[in-house]
């Protein structure tokens, strides 16, 4: 019996930027330089930059003319402008190509392929993902984890109530319960079934939401083996928890948009958390007063 084709991969990129002229312009070249990508392979790179000030959007349009580039303002956020750059990917579609050259997306994709601005994949990373994504089938969610400069993993797959790190194996895929967005391959199946990041969640957890709704709908997620990549930074600065601040202070900062908006945090509690909901809507909260009290004290 002769065997089918494999299937072509038009993968859709989806990446936001922010001031970081620099790392995105890096993050490209890694993405143009990978290697063992299966025959045909095509990639479309949908980018959104918030309002930069410091030529992001100019630079990448004069070193990479194939990448779609959208400009909004300022005021949308990480996890805004990841719905708007997907909305971007189902009208132009998947790749047309190289990345280098231009000419824009001309496939329907069949992946997308969440791609943070600070993480330069090493070269195999692409291929590795969709390796992983062919062994453990269509209707899974592939997360790439990331490692910084120390060589310590600081983004991937997470697993259990307290959202602990899983760390890759060499091997074989890791399961995990939900993910960081910061490298995240998702087949058409998937999408079809669990959509983007909801809009409720601006900046932060929409990827923590988005891997707990897959996993409700069915969808298994596994960390592929290995780093995909790497990133110069690790999670944010300490905010709410950085010494030596007062009570007033740190609650403002907890309660921002880049930490727990009250709002977004209840929502995700109560989609994801019950019966627990009622208390975990107020414990981060009444530690980030009790830590900055304690840390006044002990000042």
Known sequence: ????????VHLAVLMTSHDHRTRTLSALRALEEQRGLPAGTTLGVHLVDTGSTDGTPEAVRLRYPAVEVMTVGPGVLRSQALRIASRNSRSGGGGGGPLGAPG??????????????????????????LGTAEAVGPDAVVVGAVRNAYGDTVYSGRRGRSLALVEPGEHRPERCDTYDGR???????????????????RHRMGDYDHGCRARRAGVHAFVAPGHAGACADGPDAPGSREPGIGVREALRRVTSVREL???????????????WAPLLMLSPYARTAARATLGRWRG
């Open 261 to 275: 908006p009250p709002r977004q945090w209840c929502v995700y509690c109560l989609r994801h958390t019950w019966p």
């Open 1 to 8: 019996m002769e065997e089918s084709p494999a299937r072509s």
């Open 104 to 129: 824009g997306p001309s496939h329907t994709w069949t992946h997308q392929l969440w791609l943070d601005d600070g993480v330069e994949l090493h070269p195999d990373a692409l291929a590795t993902l």
């Open 183 to 201: 490298v995240v391959l998702l087949s058409r199946a998937v999408y079809d079934l669990v959509g983007d990041p909801d809009k409720v969640f």
